[in-house]
Every structure is written in C-alpha cells, then in structure tokens.
C-alpha cells in the first residue's frame, strides 16, 4: 500500500554503525516527542513484524548464513521492510503519527551496495520497489570511529556475536565511508551526528535539528 495522500505523520529513520548508540538516541527522541504531545511508535529492521521477524532470523542467526550471497541478503532485508511498511508503517503515518525507524533502505545501500560490493543500480532499484514512495522525512546518522564501534560491540551483553556482528574492520570501515558519503550527498534528507558524545550531547543534537526540519 503505497501512500496515496500526504500523510500528517513522520517518518524519520535512524542508521549508523553497530555500536554508534541508535537505540539509545530512538528512547530518546520518543521520550521527548511524546512529551510534547506527539504519538510515537519505533520499528527495528529487520524483523518489526511476524514476517520480518522469520526473515531476521535467517539472515542474522541462521547457522549455516555464512554461505548466504549478497544478492539473497539484499532481497531479504528489503523483503522485511516491504511488509513492515505496508503492515505497520504505512498504517501508522496516516493515523498522524511519528515513526521512529532503527534503520531503513540506507542500511541496505550502505551495507549490501557499499560494503559487501553490490552494484549501486540494482541495490537502488529494489530498494525502492521494496518501500514505494514511503522515503523518511529525516534519516539521523549517527558517525563514530570504526574502533569505538567495535569495542562498543564486544562490551554488549548479548549471546554469541551474530553472523554480521562478525565481520572484519575493513567492512565496517567501508560502511562508515558509505554513511559519511550519504550524508554528504542529501544533506536534505541526512542529518550527521557525532556519535562520540555523551548520550544525552548526542540527543541534544538530534532535537535541535529535528525541531528545525519538522517545524
Ligand atoms: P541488529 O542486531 O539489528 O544490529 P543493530 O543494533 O546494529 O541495528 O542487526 C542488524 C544487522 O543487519 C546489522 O549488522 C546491519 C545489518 N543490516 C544490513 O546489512 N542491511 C539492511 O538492510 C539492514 C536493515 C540491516
């Protein structure tokens, strides 16, 4: 379900590298949307909806993943957000309300396109067909040096890393590159934050611009 008139919600997606503090700023920002009155709903990719969730585990914890292509990668993660923009996202922007989105398709262009190789034109090209005309009105990029990423990363508590949790420098290396070139090329749509900040510096930030480009 494309969307067919504007609708009166936002939606603004968060992306960055593992570690670079996306969950902690999208607590944030919804704590201090929803008190000024604004009804907040986030999303994780992928996963989000039952369907998306089936499809996060093949990709992230499936044993036998480190066999999966780029291709198959590519058309899965854009397959959970297609359902998660019809099933939740769409729904929710004409309801009026803010969606705030832990990554969206610059995630697929930076990680698929950029770091894993892909060609630009296909990746932007199913891309778009997996999303529509829903594009983010303001997509944060949250930037920090790949070895604070990394060190972040080993302090999480989680189970075992998982399988993208597991690749080298060199490839988050090339997804930070991809996002600062990003943000350099909409500077309309991509708001470049400086992650190494305190949480609540990095928030600060965040709002101000938020406020500025909403209005
Ligand atoms: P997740 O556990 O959600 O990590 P994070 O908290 O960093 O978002 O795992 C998502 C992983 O999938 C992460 O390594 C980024 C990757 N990813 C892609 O490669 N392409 C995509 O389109 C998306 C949405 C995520």
């Not at 302090?155 to 949790?165: F, I, K």
Request: net charge neutral; aromatic share 4%.
């Amino acid at each position: 379900m494309p969307l067919k008139t504007k609708p009166t919600g936002r939606l603004i997606s968060f992306e960055g590298s593992e570690g670079s503090g996306k969950s902690t700023q999208i607590s944030l920002l919804a704590a201090h949307l929803q008190k000024i009155g604004r009804d907040v709903i986030t999303t994780r990719e992928p996963g989000g909806t039952e369907i998306g969730e089936q499809i996060r585990n093949i990709i992230v914890h499936n044993s036998k993943g480190e066999e999966m292509c780029a291709e198959t990668e590519l058309l899965l993660f854009t397959a959970a957000r297609a359902q998660l923009v019809r099933e939740v996202i769409v729904p929710a922007l004409h309801a009026g309300k803010y969606v705030l989105s832990d990554r969206y398709l610059d995630s697929s262009t930076v990680y698929q396109g950029i770091a894993r190789n892909l060609a630009a034109d296909p990746v932007a090209q199913v891309n778009r067909f997996a999303v529509g005309n829903v594009m983010p009105d303001i997509t944060v990029v949250i930037d920090v040096p790949t070895e604070v990423s990394l060190t972040r990363l080993k302090q999480r508590v989680t189970d075992l890393p998982d399988r993208m949790e597991r690749e080298n420098v060199d490839f988050y290396n090339k997804v930070r590159e991809g996002y600062l070139l990003l943000a350099k090329s909409m500077p309309d749509r991509v708001i470049l934050v400086d992650g190494t900040h305190t949480s609540a510096q990095v928030a600060q930030t965040i709002w101000e611009h938020v406020r500025v480009r909403l209005g």
